[in-house]
């Protein structure tokens, strides 16, 4: 027998809306599956994250002491945020964190991009290019910083030795404020440059070769290429290394510490070896934890920042 339309149609609907519902079903299972994936993971960054930033926050607002094996934590209100905009040296630390961060991030963003582009020239030798490049990123900042003291030092220094044999006379590289702080920049550079090359020759590799081949095919030269095709395409890779590289000058330690000792005097006194000394010297848990938060929410908005412009950057591209 054959079927009337009038007897299909219902039935055809009926069929479309038993497919909806069964979809919504298979979407709700989906999501459902998704949140118990990611439950654990969320857990332990509650616990690894969420509770010491909690415990921070709720410290910087009271005077903590040590008593009897136990944190005393009496509550001071805004006291110790007061007293962080009146304390000189954390101006100063957080000076020299912006002085340091400027210039890392300039000139390993700078250097990686040229040598990223100097790579992928290369006909033969990339693959030994990338390993000796890549070669300081994975040694221990311990490691880096003795080789370097042993350039460094005024005393037994392989750049004063170098210096005294042409007749020149040897410098206090890591005894003056000014060559303190360049010393520590040029070490951080020397040490991460390679991440950012990394970063910026593995998007690099990934362009649409189509791209470029069509602007060479309309005469365009290397350089026009790299500045009106190739540099914007990789912008959004660039900032990406550029919020890493900020985050890494916030976190500087190693170098810095067993270079100099932040010193002299806080000539490279940056904001984690002032935080150290307030927490393990001074044992003022509360206003370190006052310039804790402060830190953390800078880095925040400038991480913001960068992002948002990432995006803007991509909206402009697809637009």
């Known amino acids: 027998m054959t079927a009337t339309p009038t007897s299909v149609v219902p039935t055809a609907v009926g069929s479309r809306g038993a497919g909806r519902a069964g979809g919504g079903r298979d979407r709700r299972r989906l999501s459902a599956f998704k949140v118990l994936s990611l439950l654990p993971l969320i857990l332990v960054l509650v616990l690894l994250v969420g509770f010491p930033i909690g415990q921070m926050v709720w410290m910087s607002f009271g005077d903590v002491r040590l008593s009897a094996g136990d944190l005393v934590w009496e509550f001071a209100g805004l006291a110790n945020y007061q007293r962080m905009l009146e304390d000189e040296t954390f101006r100063v630390s957080l000076w020299n964190s912006l002085v340091f961060i400027f210039f890392t991030v300039l000139i390993t963003v700078v250097l990686g991009v040229a040598l990223a582009l100097a790579a992928d020239r290369l006909v033969r030798g990339q693959r030994l290019i990338q390993n000796v490049l890549l070669w300081p990123a994975i040694v221990a900042p311990v490691v880096i910083s003795v080789a370097w003291l042993l350039i460094l030092s005024p005393q037994v220094g ?55 081949e069509a602007a060479s095919i309309d005469g365009a030269s290397y350089l026009a290429t790299v500045r009106y095709i190739v540099l914007p395409l990789l912008t959004p890779a660039i900032l990406g290394a550029v919020a890493i590289r900020v985050l890494m000058g916030v976190k500087v330690f190693d170098e810095m510490y067993l270079l100099t000792f932040g010193g002299p005097g806080t000539a490279t006194t940056v904001i984690s070896i002032y935080l150290r000394s307030v927490f393990f010297e001074s044992f003022q848990y509360g206003f370190g934890s006052a310039l804790s938060v402060t830190v953390v929410v800078l880095v925040l908005v400038t991480l913001l920042a960068v992002l948002l412009v990432r995006r803007v950057v991509r909206g402009v591209r697809h637009a």
């Open 158 to 212: 392989l750049l004063n030795k170098i210096l005294t044999s042409v007749g020149a006379s040897p410098q206090t590289w890591l005894g003056e404020p000014v060559g303190a702080m360049a010393s520590v920049i040029v070490v951080d550079v020397w040490h991460w440059t390679p991440i950012v090359f990394l970063l910026i020759y593995t998007a690099l590799r990934s362009l649409d070769s189509s791209v470029l």
